[in-house]
């Protein structure tokens, strides 16, 4: 069963049950936890994101995922479901049927939701900022034409960008440009 639990699970056990599960869970120190449905709204914004980053990088060396690919920071020993990574790992050039994890993103996208907002800005950063090959980290609300860009300076730390509604939207990791709106296209915001 993979409810949350207080025993231990190690990671080759959260992978071989996640693998045979219905659900996503994500894994954080031995631990496992169920990850909610996700919205109409969520889904489009996630697809949205995903879709133009594809065909913004066709001909380049970097691949877009979303939502069941999992993401590995090993040195938090966690595994979490980002709904869309962005990895330009030369490894992934030649991808097998069970590739099924990424531990060098570029980019990550979270889409915000009430139950998951608190832990993708906390946790989850906190985390996700330890992957060197992290350069930008999306934070997407739903309920609102609002994005919070966190994007990697040197190492002195993070440089933080608001967007709203009429805003452009700048990737400049992968020298991608959107206006916000493209972002909320079809989500009736």
Known sequence: MLNEQLQYVSPEDYLRLEAQSSERHEYV????????????????????????????LKVSPCRVFIEGVKLHVARD??????D????CDPRLQTI?????VIDQPTVLVEVLSASTAGVDRREKFFAYR????????????????????????????????????GDQLSLVSLEYQCLLSEVYEGSGL
């Open 96 to 100: 097998t049927g069970e590739s099924m």
């Open 130 to 165: 330890k992957l060197a090959s992290l350069k930008e980290y999306l934070l997407v609300e739903q309920d609102r034409m609002e994005v919070e860009l966190f994007r990697r300076q040197g190492d002195v730390g993070w440089e933080r960008c608001l967007f709203s509604a």
């Open 29 to 56: 120190a031995g631990g496992i936890y169920a990850m909610t449905g996700a919205s109409l709204r969520h889904n489009i914004i996630a697809l949205n994101l995903a879709s133009a980053l594809r065909a913004h």
């Open 77 to 82: 020993n966690a595994y979490y479901y980002p």
């Open 84 to 87: 869309v990574i962005v990895s």
